[in-house]
């Protein structure tokens, strides 16, 4: 049994410089667990709430002293002196405490952050790291570590929208460590800037994630630049390095068009053009191409991928189980972005994770743009096998402190890396 004797919060600030929320769970024998949540920019629709204070004068309105109160003062006095049997317990109990469906009266970010912070306290009381908390509270044996995508170029709602995509990551196919896999980007990323300075006639500017954002003249420049950079870094495009995108195509979405640049699409010509990228350029997955409320034409969009790249779905899923359900109905994808704050609890979390398993889907765990020097995120994916992991890229100690747990763990548990489907 775990005791919670205390719950504590404290405003903090992210990567962007927004307030955020840190959360401290002591159980009664004196074991303690932090951890902050991360926030998102380019969110889906369907993502349970983020409470946020609304007081102009502050933060633009971003504060979270309301979340912090409700973790200090409502979900404290809920809690404090009940035992929980686990993490599911206690996240049925935060649920039923804020009794809304969308996680609106305590806050999302109150609620993730508490039963973040009681999962590294229970992994305390439990004397296990907290990736082996994870597996357990999935009932799987750990079996991989999962395989990086890591942002190269950025631009959409990440980057002052100088390209409509948002993001272009590099996925080391080829690797077969997370050593490896980060010292081969590091070469791509570094050909990159190279490319950008003589290209571009600009400095290495990065975007939320990491990413480098010249201004592009179009998606496909950068495809191009992202192949340029694989070949100018010694390796083979496609074999030793292929790419994913992140089309977040519901920020261009606008009565049932894309407006993708200087052009107006409807589905069926948005399906074509993806489907042309991909032909065209070693894209192995693409998350987001068509947007969240088209559900219409998702099935059309994974059946011409089928084979070639994963059809991956962030904002049309939204870590909902009643989403994904909806999706495997549809057959509308075949892989799962994974992010904990779109649905609020671990335990919300893993069923979603569930779902997307039994279908036979493939899961990406996923960071946020706006992410704090906390790094559950890597435990988690390599708890619950991920397939991929999509933390930015490699400039930033938010994105570096989950990359850096990722070669500690690796060093740890001598784990074998995911293999990338066909590879
Ligand atoms: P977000 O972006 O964290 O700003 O939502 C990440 C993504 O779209 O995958
Ligand atoms: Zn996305």
């Known amino acids: 049994m775990f005791t919670i004797e205390k719950l504590s919060s404290l405003e ?13 769970c ?11 949540v991360p926030s998102g920019a380019s969110t889906g629709k369907a993502e349970a709430l983020e409470l946020r204070d609304g007081d102009a004068k502050r933060y633009r309105g ?3 002293r309301k979340a912090v109160q409700n973790v200090n003062e409502t979900l404290n006095r809920a809690l404090a002196g009940r035992a929980f049997t686990g993490q599911t317990e206690l996240d049925a109990s935060l649920i039923k405490i804020d009794g809304t469906g969308n996680k609106s009266a305590v806050g999302a970010n109150a609620i993730l952050s508490v039963s973040l912070a009681f999962a590294r306290a229970a992994a305390h009381q439990g004397s296990v790291p907290l990736y082996r908390y994870f597996a357990d509270l999935l009932g799987s ?3 991989s570590l999962p395989r990086p995508t890591i942002n190269l170029f950025s631009g959409g709602k990440h980057a002052g929208g100088q390209s409509p995509i948002q993001d272009v990551l590099v996925v080391p196919t080829s690797a077969r460590t997370i050593d490896e896999a980060l010292a081969m980007t590091f070469d791509v990323y570094q050909s990159a800037v190279e490319l950008i300075a003589r290209q571009y006639g600009m400095r290495a500017l990065t975007a939320d994630e990491g990413g480098l954002a010249p201004p592009f003249n179009g998606p496909e420049a950068m495809f191009e630049d992202a192949v340029a950079s694989i070949r100018a870094a010694g390796f083979e495009p496609g074999r030793d390095v292929s790419l994913a995108i992140d089309v977040a195509s519901s920020h261009f979405y606008q009565d049932g068009c894309y407006l993708l640049g200087q052009e107006t699409l409807d589905s069926a010509g948005m399906i074509e053009r993806l489907t042309n990228w991909v032909g065209r350029f070693p894209i192995v997955s693409l998350e987001d191409g068509l947007a969240e409320e088209d559900w219409a034409h998702w099935p059309e969009l994974k059946a011409r991928l089928a084979g070639r790249a994963l059809t991956v779905g962030d904002d049309l899923l939204c870590t909902n189980p009643q989403r994904i359900q909806r999706a495997v109905k549809a057959n509308a994808a075949d892989t799962l972005l994974l992010k904990v704050n779109q649905i609020g609890t671990l335990a919300e979390a893993m069923q979603s994770y569930q779902l997307a398993r039994s279908a036979g889907w493939r899961v990406t765990v996923s960071a946020r743009s706006g992410e704090t020097e906390d790094n559950w995120l890597a435990d988690l994916a390599v708890g619950w096998n991920g397939d991929q992991i999509k933390v930015g890229s490699i400039t930033q100690s938010e994105r570096l402190s989950k990359y850096n747990r990722l070669l500690a763990i690796e060093a740890e548990t001598k784990l074998p890396m995911v293999r990338w489907p066909g590879a």
């Open 12 to 24: 903090i600030l992210d990567s962007r410089g927004r307030p955020t929320l840190q959360t401290t």
């Open 141 to 143: 044996p750990l079996q």
């Open 26 to 36: 002591r159980l009664a024998k004196g074991f303690e667990g932090t951890a902050s």
């Open 62 to 64: 971003l504060g979270c």
